[in-house]
Every structure is written in structure tokens, then in C-alpha cells.
């Protein structure tokens, strides 16, 4: 599975942006996916998760009630919308697929096999 992240760019706090994620290959509708994100001087941290069957979604506490992951297995594409964005909200975004997925590691990059390039997010206060 080859991912590609879109969407980043500058916006003013409290601001929105939905960040895309196309992926290629048939098996796309069987793989979990993952958002997760790298302030610059720190560990890349889980931001989001959901089922290969859209039906399960998984937040971070930091980002709860105001990000939102979905999926479209019809376009090969997953979605992160990002709303009430704040400063501490700027870093680098990526996208990730692993093929299963379990509550316990759901936030654990190790357990996820793919990766995109990833997207900058920027919030200006």
C-alpha cells in the first residue's frame, strides 16, 4: 500500500482544514488506518485511528470533539477534519495502514506497516 497525504497549509487559530489521504492498491478497504502527527522537537504522538470498515474511530484525548477521521473505501481515501485548530495543533501530519486493528496498540506507530510523506499543518495564533 502507497499512501499519499494532501491538505496541510497555514491557518489562523480556530480555524479548519481537512487533510486527505489517498492510498493505491486494491487491498485499501482492508487495512486500518491512522493519523498521526511531529511537532518540530518532539516525538511523533497518535492522533486518530479508524477501522478498515469505518465503522470504529479512536481519538487522542488532545484532539477529541475536534478532529474527525473518516474513510471512503470507494476512493481508496481516508480524512482527517481538523476544526477549532490551535497552535499547539502545528506539526506534521501522517497518514498510516496496518492491516489489523486491536485497542490495546491502536496508538502505537510500531504496529502500523505504511506510511505517507506526510503534510504540515500551521496554526497561527
Known amino acids: 500500500v502507497q499512501l499519499q497525504a494532501s491538505g496541510g497549509g497555514l491557518v489562523q487559530a480556530g480555524g479548519s482544514l481537512r487533510l486527505s489521504c489517498a492510498a493505491s492498491?486494491?487491498?485499501?478497504?482492508?487495512?486500518?488506518m491512522g493519523w498521526f502527527r511531529q511537532a518540530p522537537g518532539k516525538e511523533r504522538e497518535f492522533v486518530a485511528a479508524i477501522s478498515w470498515s469505518g465503522s470504529s474511530s479512536y481519538y487522542a484525548d488532545s484532539v477529541k470533539g475536534r478532529f474527525t477521521i473518516s474513510r471512503d473505501n470507494a476512493k481508496n481515501t481516508v480524512y482527517l477534519q481538523l476544526n477549532s485548530l490551535r497552535p499547539e495543533d502545528t506539526a506534521v501530519y501522517y497518514c498510516?495502514?496496518?492491516?489489523?486493528?486491536?485497542?490495546?496498540?491502536?496508538?502505537?506507530?510500531?504496529?502500523?506497516?505504511?506510511w505517507g510523506q506526510g503534510t504540515l499543518v500551521t496554526v497561527s495564533s
Open positions: 498510516a495502514a496496518r492491516p489489523r486493528m486491536s485497542l490495546v496498540t491502536v496508538q502505537n506507530s510500531a504496529y502500523y506497516d505504511y
Open positions: 492498491g486494491r487491498t485499501f478497504s482492508s487495512y486500518a
